[in-house]
């Protein structure tokens, strides 16, 4: 997952390189994900993330489309 | 795509890489890992090897602990600066990963992907600041395991 400026750099790097246009997200908005996705990662209990685990944490997110899911 | 929960080896096998790498910014060798676990060396890769099966870790070239997210083991144009200690992040969500997963303030140089420069991102006080640039995943979730590397 690579840092953009803006939309359009989005459109104009997926233009260039060929890569799929996917979904961006703010930084503002990732770093809370982030807390809920990586809060727990380093815990000495931690045994993973069931598919189902990991979609609770994209919905509370609101990332709910075709391009957030599992499987 | 997902199997959990890992088994007890697993578990133990990566704490012992995490107490590692947040003491040292630095996965453990091999043999620094065996040391830790108290197994041989052989041991120490059948661990690792099990490890990646599940995607505890990613392993490189001679079973190198290459990943484990959020850390990178190699350099890469996210480094994330916490005290006096830096990690590489294995990409740009991963950067914000580090400290959510350290729990701390930090300070995040990230290149851009189609522009010159670089981003002087903070966390501080529980929040993300400048929080307009952003990140791009471009392929679906259910295609992240295909290419961890790539993806």
Redesign the interface.
């Known amino acids: 997952?690579?840092?953009?400026?803006?939309?359009e750099?989005?459109d104009?790097?997926?233009k260039?390189t060929g890569?799929?246009?996917?979904?961006?997200?703010?930084?503002?908005?990732?770093?809370e994900l982030?807390?809920a996705?990586?809060?727990d990662?380093?815990s000495?209990?931690?045994?993973?993330?069931?598919?189902e685990q990991?979609k609770a944490v994209?919905d509370a997110f609101g990332l709910t489309s075709?391009?957030?899911?599992?499987? | 795509m997902l199997v959990v929960p890992w088994s007890d080896e697993i578990v133990r096998g990566r704490n012992a890489v995490i107490r590692h790498l947040v003491q040292t910014g630095r996965m453990p060798s091999h043999s620094q890992l065996a040391g830790d676990l108290s197994l041989s060396e052989a041991a120490t890769r059948s661990v690792l090897r099990q490890m990646h099966d599940v995607h505890a870790v990613l392993l490189g070239g001679q079973d190198q602990i290459r990943m484990l997210w959020p850390f990178s083991d190699l350099p890469t144009p996210f480094q994330v600066t916490v005290g006096d200690r830096s990690y590489w992040a294995n990409c740009a969500w991963d950067s914000l990963g580090i400290p959510a997963a350290l729990h701390t303030d930090a300070v995040i140089r990230a290149a851009f992907a189609d522009s010159p420069g670089e981003a002087l991102i903070t966390v501080k006080d529980g929040k993300v600041s400048p929080g307009h640039y952003l990140v791009h995943f471009p392929h679906p979730v259910r295609r992240w395991y295909d290419d961890l590397v790539y993806t």
């Not at chain 1, 997952?1 to 939309?7: K, N, P, T």
């Open positions: 997952m690579l840092l953009f400026r803006s939309e750099e989005i104009a790097w997926t260039r890569e799929p246009k996917g979904e961006s997200v703010s930084l503002e908005r990732l770093w982030s807390k996705w990586y809060g990662r380093l000495p209990t931690y045994r993973g993330r069931t598919n990991v994209f075709e391009h957030w899911r599992v499987k």
